[in-house]
């Protein structure tokens, strides 16, 4: 079984500031890691993903994320928050013997001006 | 190039009631699956497809049906719509289910 957690609904940060969005995985055997990110009223865009190689994986508008298998984590991270990455984020796993990808709930960023 | 396409794109229904979800892709994918979005569960996996002819049920698939007779099309039915199905519809696709996925616009249902 694969399982996706993403253990804040909200993250507030400031402008300027550096942000985080937190995503810890379970799964047997070797992980496809995703983040998508929704703006309102839109459909999910890719951001970046993880599949072999490189630890750090950097994507779309700046952002990047860490893929760390002792912890099963692949939290995403952006140096500096802009207002327009205030979006509701979501990351998805699958392992390999799967046909099907697991979302978690999301994480709505909010970046305050 | 259009990506992934979904009509229509808001929908009410009365209860009982049936009615088909058009989704369609121009980048000849493979796979191709339907997502359900409400509040505070994410997307969950409906139905998907890993190629024309060939179906499988997803996490909820109880009360809709799916089928895949080109590449392009995968509409999702449902057969006797209820106000629990009352959600966001996000169809996408991908050349195989380890890859990007392209999501399209959505289709918001409200069934009374």
């Known amino acids: 079984a694969q399982s996706v957690a993403q253990p804040e609904d909200q993250v507030n940060v400031a402008e300027g500031n550096p942000l985080t969005v937190k995503c810890t995985y379970s799964?047997?055997?070797?992980?496809?890691l995703f983040w998508y990110v929704q703006y309102p009223n839109r459909g999910l865009q890719f951001l970046l993903k993880?599949?072999?190689?490189?630890?750090l994986v950097k994507g779309s508008y700046g952002f990047e994320a860490e893929f760390n298998k002792s912890q099963t984590s692949f939290h995403l991270k952006k140096p500096s928050a802009l207002v327009s990455d205030s979006a509701l984020y979501f990351c998805?796993?699958?392992?390999?013997?799967?046909?099907?990808?697991?979302f978690g709930r999301g994480t709505s960023l909010i970046v305050h001006p | 190039n259009a990506g992934v396409t979904q009509t229509p794109k808001f929908q009410v229904l009365k209860t009982g009631q049936s009615m088909t979800l058009q989704c369609a892709q121009d980048?000849?994918?493979?796979?191709m699956s339907w997502y359900r979005q409400d509040p505070g569960m994410g997307l969950r996996l409906i139905h998907y497809?890993?190629?024309?002819?060939?179906?499988d049920q997803g996490e909820v698939p109880n009360g809709y049906n799916v089928s895949r007779s080109t590449t392009e099309d995968f509409p999702l039915r449902l057969l006797s719509a209820a106000p629990s199905q009352t959600s966001v519809y996000f169809c996408?696709?991908?050349?195989?289910?380890?890859?990007?996925?392209?999501f399209g616009p959505g289709t918001r249902l409200l069934v009374l």
């Open positions: 996408a696709s991908s050349r195989t289910e380890k890859e990007t996925q392209y």
């Open positions: 799964v047997s055997g070797n992980p496809y």
């Open positions: 993880y599949i072999t190689g490189d630890n």
């Open positions: 998805a796993v699958i392992s390999g013997g799967s046909y099907i990808p697991t």
């Open positions: 980048m000849n994918h493979e796979y």
């Open positions: 497809s890993v190629g024309a002819g060939i179906t």
